[in-house]
């Protein structure tokens, strides 16, 4: 129900743009998000955003990273730039319905930075 593309390979200072999309049956979404999890470490938070667009970021991308969302399409955003080699994980979408019932995730996209 949660599919996301565009991760890569990109060398050290480069910019990656990751996207997500929601389908199917869904309950209506409250916050989406991206999260990240690195070999040998625990899944972590890098950027959320609310349905009215407020957005929160992780220290580690902050200044370095954009959420945006499209409503309509049900779609979340994340644009890196600056990425560095600590930036290789796994990427998850997320989507969490209002009230938090329901916590979706998407199938992981991987992002290798190379030094």
């Known amino acids: 129900q949660l599919q996301a593309s565009g991760g890569g390979l990109v060398q050290a200072g480069g910019s990656l743009r990751l996207s997500c999309a929601a389908s199917?049956?869904?309950?209506?979404?409250?916050?989406m998000g991206w999260y990240r999890q690195a070999p040998g470490k625990q899944r972590e938070l890098v950027a959320t955003i609310t349905v009215d667009d407020r957005a929160n970021y992780a220290d580690a991308v902050r200044g370095r990273g954009t959420i945006s969302r499209n409503n309509a399409k049900m779609t979340v955003n994340l644009q890196m730039n600056s990425l560095k080699p600590e930036d290789t994980a796994v990427y998850y979408c997320?989507?969490?319905?209002?009230?938090?019932?329901?916590?979706?995730w998407g199938q992981g996209t991987q992002v290798t930075v190379s030094s």
């Open positions: 997320n989507a969490v319905s209002f009230g938090a019932t329901h916590n979706y």
């Open positions: 199917g049956s869904i309950f209506s979404i409250d916050v």
